[in-house]
C-alpha cells in the first residue's frame, strides 16, 4: 500500500503534479498495480540466477567523424519555445534578492 | 474484382509490375478510403497528401527496374505516430509532442524510403504506447472495423485499424509489451515482433528501451516477412542492434514441433476463443506438424516484472520531457513550475501514473525487492524458454485471453495490462514473436477476430513465417 505523502513524494521527484480530485483515484490504482507487481515476492530464484548479471555487454563505437558544426542547428533552435538568435531563452535561475 | 486498397504487398507489387494498375491509382484507392472514413475510425492522426513527387519517383523505379525494384516500391504504408518522418510531426499521440517535428529519418522510415514505400499518414496509438487500447490516445480514440463498439487494442491500433479498414496496405507498429500482436489479433492481422536487436530503434520515441522494437502489421505473413527483411539490420546509430552476419539464410524444417504449456491456458482464457485455438492446433497437426506438451512454470510472474522494468524504463525516458527546449511549453512563475506545469499538462492519466509508478520501484529501498527482482525474473523466463526451446521449434499461445473489448470495459488499470499477459514475455526474453488470425469468434452479432500467438528462439523468424503460413492454409481450408 501507498499513503498520499507517499505519492506526493513521487510527483514531486518526477517533477509532475497531481492535481487534488485526481490524488485518490491515484492512491488507489497505485495500491492495486502494486499488490499486482508484489507476486513477485513469492517468486523463489534459482541460487545460480539470483545474483545474476545479465548476459549484457557494452558495444562502443569509435570517436570519429564528427557531424560538421551548424549540421543540425537550425531544425533544433527552430524547435525552441523562445530564442534570442540560436540561444534557448530560459528563466534566470540564480536570483540574487 | 478485388479493390486496389484491399490487396496484400505482394498483390500489390504484382500489378505493379504487370502495368495492371499504376503507383498513382494505388494510393489514390488507399488514400481516398482513409480519407472517408478517418472521421469515424480515428486510424490516422495525419493524412500526408503532398506525397506526389515520391510517388512518380516509385513509378520511375518500377518502370526502370522492373522486378529488381523492391517489392516495397510504391507500396502506400502507414506509420506509427511515434516514429520519426524529417519533417512531420511525430506526437507519440501526446499534446506534449503535439508540435514537435522531427528533425531525422529513424532507421526505419530510412529503410522503408530506400526501398520506396510511401508514407501514408501517422497513426494513433496510445499516449507514448502505454496502453493496449489506444484509449490512451491524447486525441480521441481509434476504433475496431469489426465492431466499431470495440477497440482496436493497443497501443498501435491506429496501424492495426488502418491495413484492416484498406486505409492502407500494411502498417508499421512498435511493440514493448504486446502493442504490434495484440492490436493485429485484435483487427485480423498478422503482427510480427523481431527479436530485440533485429530492427534498430533510432528514431522511435523510446518507451521501454530494452523491450522496444518496430515491427509490421500486415495482410498476409508473408507481407509481414517482407517488410521484416526490409527493416532489419545493423545500425551503427543503435548499439543494441545484432551484427548483420546473424542472419543466416536458412530453411525453416517441413514439419514443426509446436510447444503448447496447458496449463497456462486453463483459466482465464475465453472459451470460446480457446475452442478457436484447439481447433487451429488439431489442423496444424493434421498438416503433419507434431504437438507438444511443454510448461513454462515462471510464466505467472512475467506480467509482474514486465510492470516493473517497463514502468522504470518509462520514468527516465520521459524524464527528457521538460518543457525548456522542444514540445509542449507551458510557463509559470519559476523554473520549476515550468517543469511541473509542462508534464503536468502535456502528459495523460496513465503517463503520468506509469513515470510515478517507475519513480516509485527505483527508489532507494524499493529498487532491490522490485526492479532487481524483476531483472532476474526476466532471466529465469529466458533460460527456461532456451530450455524448452530444446525441445520445440515454437511455443504457441492464444495471443490475447479474450477478444475485442468494448470501449471502457477495462477501466482499472490492472484489468487493462491483463491483457497482454501472453505477449510481455517476448519482450522481456528479447524473442519474435507472431500473431496470425486463426478465426473468429461471435460477440453481440459481431465477428471478432482473435489470434494465434507463436514464440520462437533468437533470431529465428523463420520458423514463426513457416508456421504462421501452415496456420494460413489451415484456416482457409477450415472456413
Excluded at chain 2, 477478444?403 to 471502457?408: D, I, K, N, Y
Amino acid at each position: 500500500m501507498v499513503t498520499k505523502e507517499e505519492v506526493e513524494k513521487l510527483s514531486e521527484l518526477a517533477r509532475i503534479s497531481i492535481k487534488k480530485e485526481e490524488s485518490d483515484s491515484f492512491i488507489k490504482d497505485f495500491g492495486a498495480i502494486l499488490d499486482y507487481v508484489g507476486e513477485l515476492n513469492s517468486l523463489t530464484l534459482p541460487s545460480e540466477l539470483s545474483d545474476v548479471k545479465m548476459s549484457l555487454h557494452n558495444v562502443f563505437r569509435e570517436d570519429k567523424d564528427p557531424t560538421p558544426s551548424g549540421t543540425w542547428t537550425k531544425k533544433i533552435t527552430d524547435a525552441f519555445p523562445e530564442k534570442e538568435g540560436n540561444a534557448l531563452v530560459v528563466k534566470q535561475i540564480i536570483s540574487h534578492d | 474484382m478485388i479493390k486496389r486498397n484491399e490487396l496484400s504487398i505482394k498483390e500489390s507489387a504484382r500489378a505493379l509490375r504487370s502495368g495492371e494498375i499504376t503507383v498513382r491509382e494505388l494510393w489514390d484507392a488507399c488514400f481516398e478510403e482513409a480519407n472517408n472514413r478517418n472521421s469515424e475510425l480515428k486510424a490516422y492522426l495525419e493524412l500526408f497528401a503532398t506525397e506526389d513527387e515520391a510517388i512518380m519517383s516509385a513509378q520511375r523505379r518500377i518502370d526502370k527496374e522492373g522486378d529488381m525494384a523492391p517489392l516495397l516500391c510504391g507500396i502506400p504504408v502507414a506509420l506509427k505516430d511515434n516514429i520519426l518522418i524529417e519533417g512531420k510531426i511525430a506526437s507519440a499521440a501526446s499534446k506534449m509532442l503535439g508540435n514537435y517535428i522531427a528533425t531525422y529519418d529513424a532507421t526505419v522510415t530510412e529503410k522503408l524510403k530506400d526501398a520506396g514505400a510511401l508514407f501514408l499518414g501517422r497513426t494513433n496509438m496510445d499516449e507514448f504506447a502505454m496502453g493496449s487500447s489506444t484509449e490512451h490516445s491524447a486525441y480521441g480514440a481509434t476504433k475496431n472495423p469489426h465492431d466499431t463498439n470495440r477497440v482496436p487494442g493497443g497501443s498501435s491500433g491506429g496501424s492495426a485499424t488502418a491495413v484492416s479498414a484498406h486505409m492502407a496496405i500494411a502498417s508499421i507498429g512498435t511493440d514493448t509489451g504486446g502493442s504490434i500482436r495484440q492490436p493485429a489479433a485484435h483487427t485480423g492481422l498478422v503482427g510480427l515482433k523481431p527479436t530485440y536487436g533485429a530492427v534498430s530503434r533510432h528514431g522511435l520515441i523510446a518507451m521501454g528501451s530494452s523491450l522496444d522494437q518496430a515491427g509490421p502489421l500486415t495482410k498476409t505473413v508473408e507481407d509481414a516477412e517482407i517488410i521484416f527483411k526490409t527493416i532489419r539490420g545493423n545500425d551503427p546509430l543503435d548499439s543494441t542492434t545484432l551484427p548483420s552476419d546473424v542472419y543466416k539464410e536458412e530453411e525453416p524444417p517441413e514439419k514443426l514441433r509446436i510447444g503448447v504449456p496447458r496449463d497456462l491456458l486453463d483459466k482465464g482464457v475465453d472459451s470460446d476463443l480457446l475452442n478457436v485455438f484447439n481447433k487451429t492446433l488439431k489442423a496444424l497437426v493434421a498438416e503433419g506438424n507434431t504437438i507438444v506438451d511443454v510448461e513454462l512454470p515462471s510464466s505467472k510472474f512475467a506480467l509482474p516484472a514486465y510492470y516493473v522494468i517497463m514502468p522504470a524504463e518509462v520514468s527516465s525516458n520521459l524524464s527528457r520531457f521538460d518543457g525548456i527546449r522542444y514540445g509542449l511549453a507551458s510557463r509559470g512563475k519559476t523554473l520549476l513550475d515550468d517543469y511541473l506545469l509542462s508534464r503536468s499538462e502535456g502528459f495523460g492519466t496513465e503517463t503520468r501514473r506509469r513515470i510515478l509508478l517507475g519513480t516509485f520501484v527505483l527508489s532507494a529501498g524499493y529498487i532491490d525487492d522490485y526492479y532487481h527482482k524483476a531483472q532476474a525474473t526476466r532471466s529465469l523466463l529466458r533460460s527456461e524458454y532456451q530450455k524448452v526451446f530444446k525441445e520445440v521449434d515454437v511455443i504457441a499461445f492464444p495471443t490475447t485471453p479474450s477478444p475485442a473489448f468494448r470501449f471502457g470495459e477495462k477501466s482499472d488499470s490492472v484489468s487493462m495490462y491483463l491483457e497482454d499477459v501472453f505477449t510481455v514475455t517476448a519482450n522481456l526474453t528479447g524473442m519474435p514473436a507472431l500473431s496470425v488470425p486463426m478465426g473468429s469468434v461471435d460477440r453481440d452479432g459481431s465477428n471478432l477476430p482473435v489470434g494465434m500467438h507463436f514464440t520462437a528462439p533468437h533470431k529465428k523468424e523463420s520458423l514463426l513465417f513457416s508456421v504462421g503460413k501452415d496456420v494460413e492454409v489451415v484456416r482457409s481450408v477450415g472456413n
